[in-house]
């Protein structure tokens, strides 16, 4: 298994657990093959979830972690999700103190292939509003 599949499947089991601590019914995706990670159940509505994770801060900005949201491990052959293929990315930053999770709705997103995430108390970024997002699907 490479490492790259290996700390996915990390940040899917952590996602998981998460949930699990936040009333949410999961199911899981079976196999890899899937545009999504798991399903959650609010006991109203299903959420196809897409989980993605980083603990590498960017050199430049020691606060900056970035996440790639699209398909494919390397830079020249990624490509984008199509637009109903989830519900919400479920992004996990690992700052080895803590984690943070932003869940981010998939139409937010559009076409980019990754977004950068600041998760610092004082952050002003973009996506800070869906950090600790859980709300949009408790």
């Keep these: 298994m490479s490492h790259r599949k290996k700390l996915g ?3 899917e089991a952590a996602f ?3 949930a699990l601590n936040h009333g949410l019914d999961v199911c899981p995706a079976e196999g890899d093959y899937l ?3 798991c399903i959650v159940d609010n006991g ?3 959420f196809r979830i897409q ?3 980083t603990s590498y801060q960017q050199p430049s900005k020691k606060t900056e972690y970035m996440v790639t949201t699209a398909m494919g491990a390397r830079a020249s052959k990624k490509s984008h999700y199509a637009k109903d293929a989830y519900d919400i990315l479920a992004c996990c930053i690992d700052t080895g103190d803590a ?3 932003y869940l981010i709705p998939k139409d937010k997103i559009g ?3 990754s977004i950068k995430l600041f998760p ?3 952050s002003k970024g973009q996506w800070e509003k869906y950090r600790h997002g859980w709300d949009l699907i408790c």
């Design 9 to 11: 499947t990390m940040y």
């Design 51 to 53: 989980v993605k994770g």
């Design 99 to 101: 984690r943070f999770w």
């Design 35 to 37: 545009p999504y990670d």
């Design 44 to 46: 109203t509505k299903l």
């Design 16 to 18: 998981k657990s998460e």
């Design 111 to 113: 076409t980019r292939l």
């Design 120 to 122: 610092n108390p004082t």
